[in-house]
């Protein structure tokens, strides 16, 4: 491309993210066109791409009837996508094809890579499945393949879905631009699902790594970066990259390794209601809705239902589903929605049960991430480029007043009484790795002021409570405590924090009728991820992200 700016398409103000807030302009020979212009333009070039498609289509329609081999290849027409018949085919998945089928004949479908015309009687297509790629060599051979099929291989839209038969074979040098060291010499090849010829990003530009784009300036040459609000806009075609494709893979292993690890130590799985009466964490930031002419928000958190699961006595629950929070959070780690990850668990005598529960599963988690997603996390380092998460086996505790001391030594004044700030926070992180050689710990007791009304107390210092934050590389991943189980010091917290007593009167009922000591946590999905591989943004863990701006797509 011409420009190492990125290229964006016209956007509404809805469309913007936090992190980003340059204005889309439209530029024609360094001239700057006016709304108006860039509208007319627009339909301009639709106009265009519309007749150049129709052109597309009369040419192999012609090739077609004038090529006696023409059932070879092309569109394959709608009846036969309509679940017309079932043929018994097998399809090879591109990342199995391997020099073991050599001269072995293989039906597969990907995505159209890039396509490349050698000559009128030979072209390359390259097809890609799930990240892995294959070169497919269309050659004119007699009863077999025509021009005219070369011309129509050569001449797919990147992107495009297309079936090929063809015959595996294996090349005396490497293939640099695939992930397999085999080709396919094409025999018949048909679209099935064809893409428009201009796409407004093209994945290569997606995939593309800052240094790549930092060396080729240096360099002379001028390479596209594609910003983080044109991907979220056209986000089905920024998932196809490498590394979304590999992020989104290791979420889905966190989230399995969270329920089977819980599953195993007891824990039963649960769905809270996401549609409650009043606000489960107290405070006014919630997404409020008319429920049958009755008041009702979304659940900020699955917080008061847990609870009362185990006043229920299911002894140990877990849950994972969406957590939605209304805070006007513009930082690179705030969601409006999200996938919470919660626990909650009766306790025997201390609430250092919970923090046991905390390390085990989250060491257990770091060690299989690295063990079984190793190409996974190579993908996302070849983009994102990272360093490995430090960890001790058994995880570090500090309290919180520890934590303030090691700050106050370093020259920095944090309110022992107060919250962290994200500052404070990241500087805290920095020396635990510095003094203890770990980016991953706990810190505890924390001043009950800064907590929910439902923290219980310490019982040798009522400023201070049974609660704890987990940090990952400086940043916070985790909040947890042991929950106030009698119900006279509930109310009495919860009327504090200034709570409609009424709005929670079932959740307080719940603890009445007898409720064991318990505690819990919660940690956000897309944060874990985002941690541990220290990507910058949250929302490039968020497979459609929802923030204060941001409702579509």
């Known amino acids: 491309m011409a420009s190492s700016e990125s290229v964006d398409p016209p956007k509404t103000p809805s469309q913007n993210d936090s992190n980003d807030t340059e204005t889309t302009v439209v530029e024609e020979e360094g001239k700057t066109l006016s709304k108006k212009a860039a509208k007319k333009e627009a339909m301009k070039q639709e106009k265009l791409k519309r007749q150049q498609e129709q052109a597309a289509a009369a040419a192999a329609a012609n090739a077609s009837e004038s090529d006696p081999l023409a059932g070879n290849y092309g569109d394959v027409p709608l009846v ?29 479908r990907g995505r159209v890579q890039t396509t490349r015309a050698v000559a009128k009687s030979i072209g390359f297509v390259v097809l890609r499945e799930r990240g892995f790629t294959v070169q497919c060599v269309v050659t004119v051979a007699p009863e077999l393949v025509s021009k005219q099929m070369v011309k129509f291989a050569t001449s797919l839209s990147r992107e495009s879905y297309v079936d090929i038969e063809g015959i595996v074979s294996v090349p005396e040098s490497a293939i640099k631009s695939t992930s397999q060291q085999v080709e396919v010499q094409v025999r018949k090849l048909y679209c099935v699902g064809k893409a428009i010829p201009n796409l407004p990003i093209n994945i290569e530009d997606a995939a593309r790594s800052e240094a790549e784009i930092e060396k080729a300036l240096q360099d002379g040459e001028q390479l596209v970066r594609v910003n983080q609000d044109t991907r979220l806009n056209y986000r089905v ?11 989104f893979r290791i979420q889905c292993q966190v989230e399995n390794i969270f329920r089977q690890f819980l599953l195993s130590e007891g824990f039963v799985g649960i769905h809270t209601p996401k549609l409650i009466a009043g606000s489960s964490e107290g405070g006014s930031a919630v997404f409020k809705l008319d429920y049958k002419g009755q008041p009702a928000c979304l659940a900020q958190s699955p917080q008061l239902h847990k609870q009362m699961a185990i006043c229920g006595d299911f002894g140990r629950v877990f849950e994972i589903g969406p957590v939605f929070r209304a805070e006007d959070s513009f930082t690179h780690r705030h969601l409006c929605e999200f996938t919470g990850l919660d626990v909650e668990m009766e306790i025997k005598e201390h609430y250092f049960e919970v923090m046991d529960i905390v390390g085990c599963l989250f060491v257990a988690m770091f ?14 380092g070849r983009q994102y480029p990272f360093e490995p998460l430090k960890y001790l086996r058994k995880t570090l505790r500090l309290t919180f007043q520890e934590g303030v001391q090691m700050l106050k030594e370093a020259g920095v004044v944090i309110d022992p009484l107060g919250d962290l700030s994200t500052e404070a926070e990241r500087k805290l992180g920095q020396l635990v790795c510095d003094k203890y050689g770990t980016e991953f710990y706990i810190l505890h007791r ?29 940043e916070e991943i985790i909040s947890g405590a042991q929950r106030v189980h009698i119900p006279e010091l509930l109310t009495t917290r919860a009327e504090a924090r200034g709570i409609d007593v009424k709005t929670i009167t079932t959740y307080i009922d719940s603890f009445r009728y007898g409720a064991p000591p318990h505690g819990g946590f919660g940690v956000g999905l897309e944060r874990v991820v985002m941690l541990f591989c220290a990507l910058n943004n949250i929302r490039k863990t968020s497979l459609f992200p929802r923030d204060p701006l941001r409702i579509t797509p």
């Not at 996508?81 to 043929?87: H, N």
């Open 237 to 247: 075609l920024d998932l196809r990259t490498p590394a979304n494709q590999a992020i």
């Open 446 to 474: 924390y001043p009950l002021a800064v907590r929910p009304f439902y923290t219980m107390p310490c019982y040798d210092d009522p400023a201070y409570s049974n609660s704890f934050d987990v940090f990952i590389r400086g």
């Open 367 to 380: 060690d299989n991430l690295n063990e079984n997603c190793k190409k996974e996390l190579e993908a996302i």
């Open 80 to 108: 036969d996508l309509q679940s017309k018949a079932v043929s018994g085919r097998k399809w090879t998945p591109i990342e199995l094809l391997n020099e073991d089928l050599k001269d072995k004949e293989v039906l597969i």
